[in-house]
């Protein structure tokens, strides 16, 4: 009890918050290499499950491809990729935005192509027998239609890999990660354990944000009440 | 004009959905297309728009052979009404209503003013447009379906059971505007059911289907009701039920099936009461 008391009164210590190390740049930092990778992650996801959930082709590939790349250690993958890359500490952001996004990309997998995948058939083909292009049924059918479970994804990734890029600071980067390591070399556990709160507290407020966002896109039409079924 | 000329659809698993199938639609004219689900009847339909493509044998809309054209534009000059209506669930009835005028091109306000006066010819008040397809009554939905199809003034509607999913009521009521529509826009309409008094109703031609999309008659309702071909379309329109008598019973003259069963009371004033 007393480590936690102490980690809050670390916390609670304006000049642990301020400077090029404090808490407020760390955050920011961690904030950037969780943005980075969600940008990375859906650069690679959302086109990918858009084409599997508007064709229905290659589902398969994207449950199995996506199982294997969550059973991958992020720690493990981390090391890796930065000793074989080569690309020295200054490239450090390299190797870990990779594995943060790789992280990032099952959520958003699967959330844009069962997003896709909802949109009633009846809504689709009526779209295409109206006159639709392949594209704006895309663009404008099914992607309005799934923008919310593709938020929802977003949730899913933020969270896991705003958790996750702790580990960062394991190739010297900055972030909240900082706290934890520099902690622990120290023995200084109020800082570890402070810093943990730290991320804890980050991912609540991120996850509150994307659910307002999320709150936000689902389309008017959709949600309002459902009124008599017969005339 | 809607003409098909020695239509085939095989499917890759072997499966005949349509063979040598001939048509022709005149102008401003209402064909329907009945059989039982699985005949093929909405398979040839989709052909006019190129939903589905013909394994042999052509379609034509007027003096356009439908393959030689853009599928997106020509979809752009059909109207197509279909069972569930199809609506987008995201947008209100006005912007669905001017979906197609938007897509080819129309300004937004032109594209609304268009729906306005659509939603007013198929009878649908103001305080709609704004509604979303959830807040409509199944009804409504297939108004606003109709309305949909008819943005972009097309001489040409497929309407695929577009009364099938709401209550009988409001199925008579519907088909009803539908031919008073009809008798003011004279398009040409290709209708599919599976309701034999909804073909007789709306149809000028009614084909009678088979499995296959054969055609077991084709005439126009009275001379597919006195002379049914053969067996199949007998009792597909309804067999015995079809053969009435008159028969005095209490003093009044009523008409009477072959079951004894009373279909209705003759209003002719002459012949014995």
């Keep these: 009890m007393n480590q936690v008391i102490a980690a809050l009164q670390w916390l609670a210590d304006g000049a642990n918050w301020s400077g090029p190390g404090g808490l407020l740049a760390r955050t920011w930092e961690h904030l950037w290499y969780t943005a980075l990778a969600l940008v990375v992650g859906a650069v690679v996801a959302v086109p990918l499950g858009m084409y599997i959930g508007h064709t229905g082709k290659g589902r398969t590939f994207a449950v199995g491809v996506s199982g294997a790349v969550r059973a991958l250690p992020s720690l493990g993958l981390l090391t890796l990729l930065a000793v074989s890359m080569g690309l020295g500490l200054g490239w450090a952001v390299v190797p870990s935005t990779i594995v943060l996004a790789l992280l990032a990309v099952p959520s958003l997998l699967a959330a844009t192509y069962s997003g896709f995948d909802q949109v009633p058939d009846d809504v689709v083909d009526g779209a295409r027998a109206t006159g639709f292009s392949e594209l704006q049924i895309v663009g404008r059918v099914e992607l309005p239609l799934a923008l919310p479970l593709m938020v929802g994804g977003l949730r899913a990734a933020a969270l896991q890999v705003l958790a996750t890029a702790t580990i960062s600071a394991y190739l010297g980067l900055g972030g909240l990660g900082r706290f934890i390591l520099d902690g622990l070399s120290v023995s200084d556990y109020p800082r570890m354990l402070g810093g943990a709160i730290a991320v804890g507290g980050l991912a609540l407020a991120v996850d509150g944000l994307i659910l307002v966002v999320q709150r936000l896109v689902v389309p008017r039409g959709v949600h309002v009440a459902v009124g008599p079924t017969d005339a | ?273």
Aim: hydrophobic share 40%; proline share 5%; glycine share 8%.
């Design chain 2, 1 to 273: 004009m809607i003409r098909f000329e020695h239509v085939n659809k095989t499917y890759p698993d072997g499966t005949v959905a349509v063979a040598d199938f001939s048509l022709e639609v005149p102008s401003h004219q209402v064909a329907v297309l009945l059989g039982s689900s699985g005949c093929g009847k909405t398979t040839l339909m989709r052909m006019v728009n190129r939903m589905v493509e013909p394994t042999s044998g052509d379609v034509w809309i007027d003096d356009d052979r439908v393959s030689d054209l853009d599928p997106v534009k020509l979809r752009r000059r059909i109207g197509y009404v279909m069972q569930s209506g199809g609506l987008l669930p995201h947008r209100s009835t006005i912007d669905n209503v001017a979906t197609v005028p938007l897509l080819g091109g129309s300004t937004r306000r032109a594209a609304h003013a268009r729906a306005r006066e659509l939603l007013e010819l198929v009878g649908l008040p103001e305080s709609v447009a704004r509604r979303y397809p959830s807040q409509l009554s199944g009804g409504q939905r297939q108004r606003v379906g109709v309305a949909r199809a008819l943005a972009a003034d097309p001489n040409i509607l497929l309407m695929d059971e577009p009364f099938g999913a709401v209550d009988p009521v409001v199925r008579n009521e519907l088909q009803a505007w539908l031919l008073q529509i009809q008798d003011e826009l004279a398009k040409t309409i290709l209708f599919v059911t599976h309701d034999v008094d909804e073909a007789f109703l709306l149809g000028q031609e009614v084909l009678v289907l088979r499995t296959g999309a054969e055609v077991a008659q084709q005439g126009t309702p009275a001379e597919i009701l006195l002379e049914p071909a053969d067996d199949f379309v007998h009792h597909f329109i309804g067999g015995s039920r079809r053969h009435l008598h008159t028969e005095v019973r209490d003093g009044r003259r009523l008409v009477v099936d072959a079951d004894g069963r009373v279909a209705g009371v003759a209003t002719d004033p002459t012949g014995p009461a």
